[in-house]
């Protein structure tokens, strides 16, 4: 059994080679009537209108002061013969005479037979030509501009019909929508220079202009009767297309050898020519007819609202088109008269909007089911340029049509009527600029309301992406919008989670399907890919995502390495069209918004995160530094011939640098103060290290001091790393005897200013402790009297600056500035020399300050 399917496969090559030979034939006469057409002015003239009169060239005017009236040219003279050539038949008459006027130049004569009314024998008369005379530059300008345009007309019947023929060109809808749009361009009248071509090309031209204008009126309706559906009327009389095809051929057909509306013979020899064209006007126009009302119907009739909101603007643009058309048309054929060029072009200029609502409809809207692609490139030149350029040309015509009427108010030699107009132009441009955006917009909301809507939510989903905060939200958003935008059914959000895998955050998936690997099968397909992916379902059988049921697949990605953030996965719309390329666009438009918040959701995460743990940190490090206050002294004690003070300053929450005062009862007191290297939490812990050594062991120093440092530098070896040391100066003081025991650990030289002025260091009395396993030391004396001062201090005092490059405080301020506050209380003196230190580094502090001032009563 054969097939429909079948049929048409096997039909195919010969119908794609008839629609070449007729768009072939179409481009031919196209391209020959438009370059003919700007070929009509003629050189010269003698001063005459005529017009094809049987039996030859009527003379309806003859100007005065004229060549033709010099010579004695009358009206209503017919002329028999041009230089010796019979123009007897209405067909060759305009031939004759166009070619003779075009290959003339002034001053050469041109012999006319004449035959006038009322005279037996025919006349003979030889009128000089004379170069053509214009009408004055502006009407000049403007005919010369309108011809211009008028040479276009043919250009979108042509691309319009060849485009929808050649994607469609199985469809009988697409043949007869092709045919009757070269009936349109049949129709345009036939240039006068037609006789400049070769007589093979001329008889082409006249035959394809007689056979497309017979049958336009029939394929008008035929159009229109049967598509998008067949209209009442077809269903009613079926053979009535037929008929008026068939009878529009016959009252026409036979003017295929001249170009001209002439019966067929059989036709001619039933009636007069009067009567003939008097049926052939009432036909044509009653078909015309015919076939709006099978558009209307089809609009009312139209089975849901899409469809006839697509009607309408098909019915619209016909009918602006059409009618106007029409109505010009009508009134010079009931007259008999010539159409004025202004008439012609305004008619022209009404018909160009047939094809331009017609690829609005069609070829945006999908009524003939174009390819995206193309339809949206059709779009793109048909719709939203084609109206602008027909607001334009408008605009040009009005312009030099007040620039012609200003003329006549302005002396021949006037200049002021051209700018006066062109500025007219100008501000008339700018309107129609104006009025096309709001009619496209107008359009859209009127008719195409869904695509319109589409259009504006996923716009607005666009931009509020960026303000969600969370994966839930964003979501939530996208689903929203793009499911009131394109109503897919299903839809499904999934994006990727802190686990690696996409999880479904909108839509309420398939048990199975909550989250996927970005490798999985159907997803694989978007590696590399940032635009939206239309796909079959039937591919993804067998899947984890066959239960998706997906169509378009739409990769979320917003790192900077490209990785998938996510996927949006719409199932089929609801009203079963295809995803268009302006939806998918618009898609990628709302993908890349929601990848730019992935992003930003992932760095507000991750600043979370760290946020967090910088506070977690700083807890920890307030807890450091409060426990480390902690194991520092509280409260400076006091002995009866000796006053105390302490501090550490440290250059972060918590240091290196160790103070302590150890009460060994008795009257004896401890002065410790150690500097571990480092700074910050190692030098901490190394600080309190230190710290549970001296306080576990400290009571050995009365009995032997030496002793008790040598096991604390075994513990701080075995205990820290080999380039981890301190420095310490570890004092015993006697009340009683105010003699001063001690051991200098490599640290900085205590300064005891005596009373009298003196000034001595305590130098170092052993290494460092923790750098060496074998340690030894020796203890030094230093008898105390009273007013005398002795200052520990860290290098964080002495080396203090206000800059790395800076000069450092120093030895000799610290000892200006003890003698300087020498009678304070011990406290005082304290505070007093780290302000200065303080002032001096202008704040800067690069390394930890301790100071201990015990001061002799």
């Given at each position: 059994?054969?097939?429909?399917?079948?049929?048409?496969?096997?039909?195919?090559?010969?119908?794609?080679?008839?629609?070449?030979?007729?768009?072939?034939?179409?481009?031919?006469?196209?391209?020959?009537?438009?370059?003919?057409?700007?070929?009509?002015?003629?050189?010269?003239?003698?001063?005459?209108?005529?017009?094809?009169?049987?039996?030859?060239?009527?003379?309806?005017?003859?100007?005065?002061?004229?060549?033709?009236?010099?010579?004695?040219?009358?009206?209503?003279?017919v002329i028999t013969g041009i230089n010796g050539r019979t123009v007897v038949a209405p067909a060759n008459c305009g031939q004759v005479l166009f070619n003779v006027w075009h290959k003339s130049r002034p001053g050469e004569a041109v012999t006319l037979n004449i035959h006038r009314p009322g005279e037996a024998q025919p006349l003979v008369i030889t009128p000089v030509f004379r170069a053509a005379q214009g009408s004055g530059d502006i009407q000049s300008l403007a005919r010369r501009s309108a011809v211009q345009v008028l040479g276009l007309y043919p250009l979108l019947f042509l691309v319009v019909g060849l485009a929808v023929l050649f994607l469609r060109v199985e469809d009988s809808n697409a043949w007869v929508l092709a045919l009757m749009f070269a009936g349109f361009i049949a129709e345009a009248d036939l240039p006068m220079s037609f006789a400049l071509a070769s007589d093979p090309l001329l008889r082409f031209l006249y035959g394809y202009a007689a056979i497309m204008r017979g049958v336009l009126p029939g394929l008008f309706y035929?159009?229109?009767?049967?598509?998008?559906?067949?209209?009442?009327?077809?269903?009613?009389?079926?053979?009535?297309?037929?008929?008026?095809?068939?009878?529009?051929?016959?009252?026409?057909?036979?003017?295929?050898?001249?170009?001209?509306?002439?019966?067929?013979?059989?036709?001619?020899?039933?009636?007069?020519?009067?009567?003939?064209?008097?049926?052939?006007?009432?036909?044509?126009?009653?078909?015309?007819?015919?076939?709006?009302?099978?558009?209307?119907?089809?609009?009312?009739?139209?089975?849901?609202?899409?469809?006839?909101?697509?009607?309408?603007?098909?019915?619209?643009?016909?009918?602006?088109?059409?009618?106007?058309?029409?109505?010009?048309?009508?009134?010079?054929?009931?007259?008999?008269?010539?159409?004025?060029?202004?008439?012609?072009?305004?008619?022209?200029?009404?018909?160009?909007?047939?094809?331009?609502?017609?690829?609005?409809?069609?070829?945006?809207?999908?009524?003939?089911?174009?390819?995206?692609?193309?339809?949206?490139?059709?779009?793109?030149?048909?719709?939203?340029?084609?109206?602008?350029?027909?607001?334009?040309?408008?605009?040009?015509?009005?312009?030099?049509?007040?620039?012609?009427?200003?003329?006549?108010?302005?002396?021949?030699?006037?200049?002021?009527?051209?700018?006066?107009?062109?500025?007219?132009?100008?501000?008339?441009?700018?309107?129609?600029?104006?009025?096309?955006?709001?009619?496209?917009?107008?359009?859209?909301?009127?008719?195409?309301?869904?695509?319109?809507?589409?259009?504006?939510?996923?716009?607005?989903?666009?931009?509020?992406?960026?303000?969600?905060?969370?994966?839930?939200?964003?979501?939530?958003?996208?689903?929203?919008?793009?499911?009131?935008?394109?109503?897919?059914?299903?839809?499904?959000?999934?994006?990727?989670?802190?686990?690696?895998?996409?999880?479904?955050?909108?839509?309420?998936?398939?048990?199975?399907?909550?989250?996927?690997?970005?490798?999985?099968?159907?997803?694989?397909?978007?590696?590399?890919?940032?635009?939206?992916?239309?796909?079959?379902?039937?591919?993804?059988?067998?899947?984890?995502?066959?239960?998706?049921?997906?169509?378009?697949?739409?990769?979320?990605?917003?790192?900077?390495?490209?990785?998938?953030?996510?996927?949006?996965?719409?199932?089929?719309?609801?009203?079963?069209?295809?995803?268009?390329?302006?939806?998918?666009?618009?898609?990628?438009?709302?993908?890349?918004?929601?990848?730019?918040?992935?992003?930003?959701?992932?760095?507000?995460?991750?600043?979370?995160?760290?946020?967090?743990?910088?506070?977690?940190?700083?807890?920890?490090?307030?807890?450091?530094?409060?426990?480390?206050?902690?194991?520092?002294?509280?409260?400076?004690?006091?002995?009866?011939?000796?006053?105390?003070?302490?501090?550490?300053?440290?250059?972060?929450?918590?240091?290196?640098?160790?103070?302590?005062?150890?009460?060994?009862?008795?009257?004896?007191?401890?002065?410790?103060?150690?500097?571990?290297?480092?700074?910050?939490?190692?030098?901490?812990?190394?600080?309190?290290?230190?710290?549970?050594?001296?306080?576990?062991?400290?009571?050995?120093?009365?009995?032997?001091?030496?002793?008790?440092?040598?096991?604390?530098?075994?513990?701080?070896?075995?205990?820290?790393?080999?380039?981890?040391?301190?420095?310490?100066?570890?004092?015993?003081?006697?009340?009683?005897?105010?003699?001063?025991?001690?051991?200098?650990?490599?640290?900085?030289?205590?300064?005891?200013?005596?009373?009298?002025?003196?000034?001595?260091?305590?130098?170092?009395?052993?290494?460092?402790?923790?750098?060496?396993?074998?340690?030894?030391?020796?203890?030094?004396?230093?008898?105390?009297?009273?007013?005398?001062?002795?200052?520990?201090?860290?290098?964080?005092?002495?080396?203090?600056?206000?800059?790395?490059?800076?000069?450092?405080?120093?030895?000799?301020?610290?000892?200006?500035?003890?003698?300087?506050?020498?009678?304070?209380?011990?406290?005082?003196?304290?505070?007093?020399?780290?302000?200065?230190?303080?002032?001096?580094?202008?704040?800067?502090?690069?390394?930890?300050?301790?100071?201990?001032?015990?001061?002799?009563?």
């Amino acid at each position: 059994m054969v097939t429909t399917a079948n049929r048409e496969r096997n039909l195919r090559p010969l119908l794609l080679a008839l629609a070449l030979l007729f768009a072939g034939a179409t481009v031919v006469y196209s391209v020959a009537w438009m370059y003919y057409i700007r070929q009509s002015n003629l050189p010269v003239e003698v001063g005459m209108d005529t017009q094809p009169s049987a039996p030859g060239m009527l003379v309806t005017k003859v100007w005065k002061n004229a060549p033709a009236e010099s010579a004695g040219m009358r009206a209503n003279d017919v002329i028999t013969g041009i230089n010796g050539r019979t123009v007897v038949a209405p067909a060759n008459c305009g031939q004759v005479l166009f070619n003779v006027w075009h290959k003339s130049r002034p001053g050469e004569a041109v012999t006319l037979n004449i035959h006038r009314p009322g005279e037996a024998q025919p006349l003979v008369i030889t009128p000089v030509f004379r170069a053509a005379q214009g009408s004055g530059d502006i009407q000049s300008l403007a005919r010369r501009s309108a011809v211009q345009v008028l040479g276009l007309y043919p250009l979108l019947f042509l691309v319009v019909g060849l485009a929808v023929l050649f994607l469609r060109v199985e469809d009988s809808n697409a043949w007869v929508l092709a045919l009757m749009f070269a009936g349109f361009i049949a129709e345009a009248d036939l240039p006068m220079s037609f006789a400049l071509a070769s007589d093979p090309l001329l008889r082409f031209l006249y035959g394809y202009a007689a056979i497309m204008r017979g049958v336009l009126p029939g394929l008008f309706y035929f159009f229109f009767a049967v598509f998008p559906t067949r209209s009442p009327i077809d269903r009613k009389l079926p053979w009535l297309k037929w008929v008026l095809l068939a009878f529009g051929a016959c009252l026409d057909w036979g003017g295929v050898r001249h170009g001209t509306f002439e019966a067929l013979p059989f036709i001619a020899g039933l009636a007069s020519g009067s009567a003939i064209e008097l049926v052939r006007t009432f036909t044509g126009y009653g078909t015309v007819l015919l076939g709006l009302a099978s558009l209307l119907w089809n609009v009312i009739g139209a089975a849901n609202v899409e469809d006839r909101r697509k009607l309408k603007v098909m019915l619209w643009g016909t009918l602006v088109g059409v009618a106007p058309a029409v109505l010009i048309g009508l009134g010079y054929d009931l007259s008999h008269s010539d159409t004025p060029f202004w008439a012609g072009f305004a008619k022209a200029t009404f018909l160009f909007l047939i094809p331009l609502s017609f690829a609005y409809a069609v070829v945006k809207h999908r009524v003939m089911d174009i390819p995206v692609l193309l339809r949206r490139s059709a779009r793109y030149l048909l719709v939203e340029r084609g109206f602008a350029i027909l607001m334009l040309l408008f605009s040009i015509g009005l312009t030099l049509w007040f620039g012609q009427a200003f003329a006549r108010r302005f002396s021949a030699g006037s200049k002021a009527a051209i700018p006066i107009g062109a500025t007219f132009g100008v501000l008339l441009i700018s309107g129609a600029t104006q009025v096309h955006r709001r009619v496209r917009t107008r359009l859209d909301r009127a008719f195409f309301r869904s695509a319109y809507d589409a259009q504006q939510i996923l716009e607005n989903l666009a931009a509020r992406t960026l303000a969600v905060t969370d994966r839930a939200g964003l979501a939530h958003l996208l689903h929203e919008h793009i499911q009131d935008a394109l109503h897919p059914m299903p839809l499904y959000v999934y994006l990727l989670a802190d686990d690696g895998r996409l999880h479904a955050y909108a839509g309420s998936p398939p048990p199975e399907t909550l989250n996927l690997s970005p490798a999985a099968a159907g997803l694989n397909r978007l590696e590399g890919r940032s635009e939206p992916l239309e796909l079959d379902p039937a591919t993804l059988r067998g899947t984890q995502m066959e239960p998706l049921h997906a169509e378009c697949l739409v990769p979320i990605r917003g790192s900077a390495d490209g990785r998938l953030q996510g996927v949006i996965v719409l199932g089929p719309r609801l009203s079963d069209e295809p995803y268009s390329a302006g939806d998918r666009r618009l898609l990628a438009s709302v993908a890349s918004q929601a990848g730019i918040a992935m992003r930003s959701i992932f760095m507000a995460e991750k600043m979370a995160e760290s946020m967090e743990a910088e506070r977690r940190s700083e807890q920890e490090m307030q807890i450091a530094r409060q426990v480390q206050s902690r194991l520092l002294p509280q409260q400076a004690p006091s002995l009866p011939t000796l006053e105390c003070a302490g501090k550490c300053i440290q250059t972060r929450a918590v240091g290196g640098d160790y103070y302590d005062f150890l009460d060994f009862g008795a009257g004896k007191l401890g002065l410790v103060l150690a500097d571990i290297s480092g700074k910050g939490i190692s030098a901490a812990l190394l600080m309190a290290n230190l710290q549970a050594n001296l306080r576990s062991q400290y009571a050995l120093a009365l009995e032997d001091l030496p002793r008790l440092l040598r096991s604390v530098n075994q513990l701080f070896y075995k205990n820290t790393e080999s380039n981890h040391y301190a420095t310490m100066f570890f004092a015993v003081y006697d009340d009683q005897t105010r003699m001063l025991r001690y051991i200098n650990c490599g640290h900085n030289p205590p300064l005891l200013l005596r009373k009298n002025g003196d000034v001595e260091w305590l130098p170092a009395t052993a290494t460092v402790l923790g750098l060496f396993e074998e340690w030894e030391c020796s203890v030094a004396e230093q008898q105390l009297g009273a007013g005398d001062v002795l200052v520990i201090y860290t290098d964080g005092i002495s080396e203090a600056a206000a800059s790395e490059e800076a000069e450092e405080f120093g030895d000799e301020r610290l000892i200006q500035s003890v003698r300087a506050h020498r009678t304070k209380s011990a406290g005082e003196m304290l505070e007093a020399i780290i302000a200065e230190v303080q002032g001096f580094s202008q704040g800067h502090q690069a390394d930890d300050m301790t100071l201990i001032v015990a001061r002799c009563r």
